[in-house]
């Protein structure tokens, strides 16, 4: 891969409003995706997420009407919805912790200031500024998996336009620790979505961009 | 590039506590970051933030200390602080409706419908919601920092330990209509952090990932 290819498959991407019914992504590249939900970057590593990968079609089908009637859902290759956790706690802390020692080696016990630190962040947050801060954990994940898809030639569309709360019910995250946030339907542009075909719309780098 | 060089630049990755204070990223491959941050995709594509890239070192060195003073701050090649629109309005639809039409042509007027979606969208939000919506934008913009920095071989660390009203300061934005939000120190990393060679922690698919 050289720099240019990077830009080049930015260019290429565009939120895709009609997928070919009929293009399946294989299960190698697939494989690829999951693995970069996997490596995306959090803060502090705690990774406060679960993905939900739907490729069954009655359950696709059911999201439809809570998603504003995009046909990307139901015409997608494979539905990923991005959840949250509702209330990271002392628990994700632990959990996190217990994940590093077992990578990484060395005395737990030397893992006890980075713990007292992540513990005093979420401390000092009120519920619902853990909540936003978990949301937005989620949305790095988003802008990860648009630009690992770019990257294997897959086509994407980000969407905020769901009823979070409907796609909660339809899988099951009710009473869970995790809620819906985002869903991003993938797979392959329909030659007919026209969208494909238009003009990127972008500010320039003079009115986004400042050097000092 | 092929889909293996992608995964295997995601794992080269980590956030880098320490640079090489005399490697400076080339202009040619910075140009390719600006590229990708122009690039970056938004909600409604209204791209509702603004991108302040430091080499001054006396800035650096003045933000220092308003960053943890985690010295990423000042050893990298480039600092990246990604701010975000305070108040969206309806002056925004506009501008954006206006660059849309110049850079696609047509009816004007074929652009209302959408126009009053997204005025209706952000008139239904409070200040606080707004600019909560503005800022997740800006997370997806480091996601797709964090992952472009990767492929073109960058080292980068994603700093949500900063004080933005102490940047707002020092970089003048007090009166303006953005805010900092994030930081994003890019560069080379120093061979001397150890943190380059230590075993990613990340959960497991079947931890993380759910199908249906």
């Known amino acids: 891969m050289n720099e240019l290819d990077v830009i080049d498959r930015l260019k290429w991407r565009y939120a895709t409003k009609l997928f070919d019914g009929d293009k ?13 939900l996997v490596l995306t970057p959090s803060s502090f590593g705690l990774q406060p997420w679960k993905f ?6 009655a359950v696709k089908d059911k999201l439809l009407e809570h998603s ?22 002392g628990s994700d802390v632990d959990k996190f912790i217990s994940d590093t020692h077992a990578k990484r080696g060395g ?8 713990k007292g630190m992540m513990n005093g962040f979420l401390e000092r947050m009120t519920s ?5 801060w978990a949301r937005n954990q989620v949305y790095i994940a988003l802008g990860q ?27 099951g995250l009710e009473n869970g ?13 329909s030659e007919d ?14 009115d986004i961009i400042e050097h000092i």
Do not use: F
């Open 193 to 206: 979505d026209k969208y494909g075909e238009l003009p990127k719309v972008r500010y320039g780098k003079e």
């Open 24 to 36: 399946k992504i294989p299960a190698e590249i697939w494989d690829k995706v999951e693995e970069s």
């Open 107 to 114: 005395e737990l016990i030397s893992l006890d200031p980075y």
């Open 68 to 89: 504003w009637n995009q046909v990307q859902v139901t015409g997608c290759s494979h539905l990923v919805v991005l959840t949250a956790l509702k209330n990271v706690d």
């Open 128 to 132: 619902e500024q853990k909540h936003a």
């Open 52 to 57: 939900i990968v739907i490729t069954d079609q």
């Open 145 to 171: 998996l648009m630009t690992t898809a770019a990257m294997l030639e897959l086509d994407a569309c980000p969407m905020e336009g769901i009823t979070p709360a409907k796609y909660d019910e339809i899988l």
């Open 177 to 189: 620790r995790y809620t819906t946030v985002l869903a991003c339907p993938l797979g392959y542009r």
